[in-house]
């Protein structure tokens, strides 16, 4: 039993630093990035916790991702920083908004819970099961932080729930998706088989 919780945490401090590193990766590679979709692949590590360590262990990786969100975006200023952080102004104020928190909580938490629940409805064929969570896993953050944007700051950003539903179907949700699907199905097989 010790031997396992071990493992387990050495595992989810492997995920953790794959996370930061993505983190960091990205940052640095769009600054020169010449594309217009710039996908993030922070949250597959979270994905691929999910389903393989379980959903408690996923929420907190989703939680973990929510914290990395959050102290990017107090560090690094953007235009869209005020989203996720509480301690960047809203335009037009002087102030943040705590509900910032809830847009980089609550989706990111969520991602660690709903892949293992699909990849458990799926698990007789791993690969598509695990393809097809990748798939949720990305969709729930797309459509979760964009509903909550909307909810919280739409009438700051003046967005419309036609907006909110280009977005959601916008190149970068879609890219997020299937790279999220690929690689989980490239990599939860695998590690299934080592765990085993």
Do not use: C
């Not at 990205?26 to 360590?53: C, N």
């Not at 969520?110 to 969570?133: R, S, T």
């Not at 949720?136 to 459509?143: K, L, W």
């Amino acid at each position: 039993m010790r031997k396992s919780k071990a493992s387990n945490t050495a595992i989810i401090s492997i995920f953790i630093a794959i996370m930061i590193v993505i983190n960091v990766l990205t940052q640095v590679i769009f600054t020169i990035w010449p594309f217009p979709i710039r996908p993030t692949l922070v949250h597959v590590p979270v994905i691929i916790g999910s389903i393989i360590l379980g959903p408690k262990i996923g929420a907190f990786l989703g939680f973990v991702m929510g914290v990395i969100s959050t102290v990017t975006a107090t560090i690094i200023t953007t235009p869209t920083s005020f989203l996720f952080s509480p301690l960047q102004p809203v335009p037009g104020t002087n102030s943040g908004d705590w509900r910032a928190l809830l847009i980089a909580f609550v989706p990111r938490i969520l991602i660690g819970v709903v892949p293992y629940f699909v990849f458990q409805l799926l698990k007789k064929n791993p690969k598509i099961g695990a393809g097809i969570a990748g798939f949720a896993g990305s969709a729930t953050n797309t459509i979760l932080v964009l509903s909550a944007i909307y909810l919280i700051f739409g009438d700051v950003l003046k967005w419309s729930v036609k907006t909110v539903l280009a977005s959601v179907v916008g190149t970068n949700s879609i890219a997020e998706a299937i790279i999220s699907a690929i690689l989980t199905a490239a990599i939860v097989p695998a590690l299934l088989k080592v765990r085993d």
